[in-house]
């Protein structure tokens, strides 16, 4: 792809400058990168044209530029073909995710907004342009988090939820799960799992049918190499239980805190001073999912012990907050009782993907392997 000839196309711009590249897609599978774009001067006759009456001069966007390479780099070795097809549904479920569903937060949720997109059946390439984040404010990158940092990417994610929930009344997403399942076997890509489409997950058809990127059915080689345990000959069940939960929601699916820009006033600003990027793998689940997730990308063991039960009940707090005057009281209730019952078993499910993936990963600490026990312990 000629990327600079299809944004001054695509965005009717006159010049477009790479300003540089900000990082590497996972595996060597594109880049991500801020361009200048300067647009032409606008005639007399698009003077009424809404997305131009405004228009600046200039402004930067983000162009995230998927290329499959010829021989993937994974850091950890998990080269295969399902690893490869699940990187692609990824990037196809990210642009649905930001052209069908991310409006709906307009207003509500800060996310970069999608300008324009362009893909390339022959060589699989992607190219997603969106509104660069710093250009809004929200220039600041964390690690570590303070405690007003972490309660309002916990809000943010409240938000979220509750703008997505929804009630059950066919065990939908343990159908979809089984659904999904399959064997890490000798399937055509035609007939891989990964590229077949849902018509029944309506509301949220083109997103993953189960979110987050260590669902059990996208992860098979992974559970292969497990050593043999209590947990990887319950991580069968512990999915059914995560997924026949009779509430559900849009899971962002890889909520680290590496995916949240902060705004320098976010102290003061609470959950509007963040934003979130990066929906490669949203998609139906339990809000707690994501929320266990923040937590063990941004607190070490013994942080997680001092202000664990603290942020499970800002959490919910929030959750509630939201849903009230949408949702009968009883309601809320109900998916409060029933997500804080799952939430070991969502660390558990987690804790089952990385002893897989990378035995020795610095999250399986004391504190997840506590919350696995209690998950094993409740299944009897």
Known sequence: MNIEQLLCETLSCEKVIKLGKLQTLWSGYGEIARFMVHYLPKRPQENARDDLINRPASQTVIVKHIAPPTQS????Q???????????????????WYRDFAPRCQGVLNLPQLLAAEQDTVTQEMLLVMSDLDAQGFDQRRINLTQAELYACIEWLARFHAMFAYECADELGYQLANEFAYEASEA???????EKEFPNAAPYAGLWPIGTYWHLATRPDELEVMTDSPLKRASEVIDARLNQARFQTLVHGDAKVANFCFHKEVESLGVNGMAALDFQYVGAGIGVKDFIYLLGSCLDEAQLVTIYDAACSHYFKSLKQQLSGR???EQIEALVAEWSDLLPFAWADFERFLAGWQPEHHKRNGFSQDMTQRALKALG
């Open 73 to 76: 780099c994974h850091p950890h």
């Open 78 to 96: 998990w080269d295969t073909e399902v690893s490869h097809q699940r990187k692609m549904r990824s990037y196809q479920v990210e642009l649905n």
């Open 188 to 194: 055509s890509p035609k007939d891989h799992p990964l």
């Open 327 to 329: 949702w009968a009281a």
